[in-house]
């Protein structure tokens, strides 16, 4: 019994192996939510199954990193921006707190770290680093910088920063040790697959009862509220998942269900149809307008280029789509009449005076023109917005009720500084115009650029675009591997 249970594993394809370990793996973690130490630890558990079957541990603890993206608690540490009574007692009662998180992200891109270099130290290699490289390096120094120059409170805003590293030290790592190909693809897609379902079926459940589920692994643990604007008139509980927000959930799962979909017309696996129908089920009740507009713009222009460029691709799936008709578009029925009717209803009063969510998105956008205007160069640092608006007198909503610029573009150039935002946004176009200049399967090319294109939508209307996400996949096609310094470096 024992050697038929191996041997089945053993027979499993990697990219199976992966769907099923890595989800049963969270559904446990949610059934028994264990403390956070148990959780860290159960992530070395996580990597042991992974290398078991893949047998390479580069490849193994990169999975490992990728597995962990969904994951946001942690150890928290509470600070205190600005003391109590400078914000409305019933809203801020003792002052106004950020939060910073170690989270199991921390740990693995540290060990991503000392396993590279291990290997620069045990087996020295040829690092020239290209253009891309270095712009990624350059924006690395500025937010460094802008901790030191920009901020008025550089304790705070450094460790920040120093947290947000982690995504950078997994973009080389991969940059070092994986070659990325159809099978990595598979696997990925597979394992990707996995994490959307877990959140599909805990934000499903989280809908049911209308609140969080209490467990660990959920950064929101109460309700989120929302119902005072003009365009959300009463209190419609969003699913969040793991995610600090709805609208997190929403992008990142409105750009892995385009992912998802190529990786399906590509591959033909019911577990990758599975996904994106799940996926695509999630993102519509999430209530994120930021996450359809940035789904639509790349799945739109992803249907485009199919059509033009492969159109044969398009047509078996076509077909399956309409042979399960009867079940699909009824499901669908029901989830635009549910949630994404209501929702394009109540955004016509978006542009209402005092009260719509874009008026609101336009005074601190204007409060945060101000700010840059006067810290071009370095930014005020990280989560300095707030302060630096109350030392302006900007009492809008920047300061008087103190929510983060819902714009990636602005919010960076706040934080950090107009160069910076410059020099990440070149990155992202000479990576992306270098992955279509490649040799790599066209599918995968198209399903990278419009992953990537949906999530630069959706920062329009979002201070976060899920940088790690779009650095773990341009880390794949920006070059390949860096190999040792007496073998030929692969093209």
């Not at 120059?149 to 590293?165: H, I, M, N, Q, T």
């Not at 009463?234 to 269900?257: D, E, K, P």
Request: charged share 10%; aromatic share 16%; proline share 4%.
């Amino acid at each position: 019994m024992k050697s038929f249970f191996f041997q089945t594993i053993k027979d499993l394809p990697n990219e199976v192996y992966l769907f099923w370990v890595t989800l049963s793996f969270y559904i446990l973690l949610l059934v028994i939510n264990p403390s956070n130490y148990i959780i860290v630890f159960s992530f070395v558990l996580l990597f042991i199954a992974y290398y078991l079957k893949i047998k390479k541990f580069e490849l193994s603890l990169f999975f490992l990193y990728t597995s962990a993206l969904i994951v946001e608690t942690g150890k928290v540490y509470p600070i205190q921006l600005l003391p109590a009574g400078i914000f409305p007692v019933e809203i801020f009662p003792n002052g106004y707190f950020v939060n910073l998180v170690i989270t199991i992200i921390h740990f693995i891109s540290f060990a991503m770290l000392l396993y590279m270099v291990h290997w620069l130290i045990l087996k020295p290699r040829v690092y020239k680093p290209n253009l891309i490289d270095l712009l990624l390096i350059i924006f690395v120094i500025l937010k460094i910088l802008s901790a030191f120059l920009g901020s008025k409170l550089p304790a705070l805003s450094l460790p920040f920063e120093a947290l947000l590293l982690s995504s950078f030290v997994a973009y080389f790592y991969a940059r070092f040790f994986i070659k990325f190909d159809m099978k990595l693809w598979k696997s990925l897609a597979c394992l990707l697959g996995a994490l959307v379902v877990f959140e599909s079926l805990l934000g499903f459940s989280e809908l049911a009862i209308k609140s969080p589920l209490g467990k660990n692994l959920e950064y929101l643990l109460q309700i989120d509220y929302f119902g005072h604007a003009a365009d959300e008139t009463q209190f419609t509980f969003r699913s969040a998942g793991t995610f600090n927000h709805a609208n997190a959930l929403g992008t990142w799962v409105a750009s892995l269900c385009i992912f998802l979909f190529v990786a399906w017309l590509e591959n033909k696996s019911n577990i990758l149809w599975l996904s994106f129908v799940l996926g695509f089920s999630l993102m519509l009740i999430t209530l994120s307008r930021s996450a359809w507009l940035g789904f639509a713009v790349g799945f739109l222009l992803l249907i485009i280029y199919i059509a033009r460029h492969n159109k044969n691709v398009l047509r078996p799936r076509f077909n399956l789509i309409l042979k399960w008709r009867f079940l699909i578009f009824p499901v669908l029925l029901i989830l635009f009449v549910l949630f994404v009717i209501p929702r394009a209803e109540s955004s016509l009063y978006s542009f209402q005076q005092d009260a719509g969510a874009v008026f609101f998105r336009r005074i601190q956008i204007l409060d945060a023109i101000e700010i840059i205007k006067l810290h071009p160069i370095f930014g005020v640092g990280a989560v300095m917005g707030v302060y630096e608006g109350i030392a302006l007198n900007l009492y809008t909503m920047t300061a008087s009720i103190p929510l983060v610029v819902d714009n990636w573009y602005i919010n960076t150039a706040l934080g950090n500084g107009l160069v910076a935002l410059f020099v990440f946004i070149f990155f992202l176009i000479l990576s992306l115009r270098k992955l279509f200049e490649s040799n790599n399967n066209p599918m995968l090319k198209i399903s990278i650029v419009n992953s990537v294109i949906c999530l630069l939508v959706a920062g329009i209307f979002l201070s976060d675009i899920n940088t790690e996400f779009i650095l773990l996949l341009l880390s794949l096609t920006n070059g390949g591997n860096i190999v040792p310094a007496n073998e030929k470096k692969n093209s």
